[in-house]
């Protein structure tokens, strides 16, 4: 059944739109990553920025602090990145040791340097409907619904999960597509009958598995934005990733899917590369490029 959403596929598309967009600028955007501790999953998700980051053209930068740092620590790095000039997009690694503050940490970020889309500011303007940048699941998740379907215009999108960090954020970006949003939740009453009337199904609610395939309206695309780690059955004391959608039977019904891993997940970086490239025209006054529009 050939209804896969390759993520990683798309993901590299993306990337190749970002260097040719960095190609064509008279700059080169520069990307500064704070890492704080040695969680071993945000080593592994911090070089693979480094390496695409600097692949499509962009330079890096790299800031790391041992756990024990205080958030004091961490506010002084990002002020220090706020006030560097050649420095266009500031990440701060999530998350961070339990002492520290995240939201006290993100709220220090300037606005303007924001490529994960989560300062006050940032919400606000997507909110409102203003030009910003934007958070980079949700953007992935436009990019991959679109890669599927096409014009999403009138489409009945059905984003299940509220969080702040994805699911509210991913209802507001298909509004901008002019879906009809329905945002669900595990309270919704009848749940399933809300996620079977969508034509396109946005998974968010940190649920291992818990969208069943009669969830899924025969034919909709479904968007799986779960990253949930399950003990493996084949493999005893190791652990398997899976998403918050029962992907084998669902993959049966739905008309296109994502996967889990390679799907969203790769989305995720790629939207930060583009982010900065925004970031970079932006605070300089250059026209956004073309090839980077979604």
Not at 211 to 226: E, L, M, R
Request: charged share 20%; proline share 6%; glycine share 8%.
């Amino acid at each position: 059944m050939d209804n896969l959403i390759d993520g990683k596929a798309v993901a590299a598309k993306t990337r190749g739109h970002v260097a040719e967009a960095v190609a064509a600028l008279a700059i080169t955007p520069t990307l500064a990553v704070v890492l704080v501790g040695d969680d071993p999953a945000s080593q592994v998700y911090v070089r693979n920025k480094i390496k695409f980051t600097e692949e499509t053209g962009m330079r890096s930068l790299e800031h790391r602090l041992p756990a024990t740092a205080t958030q004091a620590d961490v506010v002084e790095v990002v002020k220090t990145l706020n006030a560097d000039a050649d420095v266009d997009g500031i990440l701060v690694q999530l998350p961070l040791p339990d002492h520290i503050d995240s939201n006290a940490v993100i709220a220090e970020i300037d606005p303007a340097k924001d490529v994960d889309g989560l300062t006050d500011v940032s919400a606000g303007r997507l909110v409102l409907g203003q030009p910003g940048l934007r958070p980079c699941t949700p953007t992935g998740s436009v990019i991959l619904a679109k890669t599927a379907l096409g014009d999403l215009t009138g489409k009945h999108c059905v984003v299940l999960g509220r969080s702040i960090l994805v699911g509210k954020p991913a209802a507001l970006m298909f509004l901008e597509q002019n879906c009809t949003v329905t945002i669900a939740h595990s309270r919704t009453d009848n749940l399933p009958n809300v996620c079977r009337s969508a034509d396109i199904l946005v998974a968010a609610v940190g649920r291992p598995q818990m969208v069943q395939s009669d969830w899924i309206k025969a034919g909709a695309c479904v968007i799986d934005i779960g990253i949930n780690r399950v003990p493996s059955v084949k493999r005893p004391g190791k652990f398997r990733l899976v998403g918050d959608v029962d992907y084998k039977p669902a993959r049966a019904v739905a008309g296109a899917i994502t996967p889990v891993p390679g799907g969203v997940g790769p989305m995720t970086i790629a939207c930060l590369l583009r982010n900065t490239v925004l970031a970079a025209c932006d605070r300089r006054g250059i026209e956004r490029p073309a090839v980077l529009n979604i």
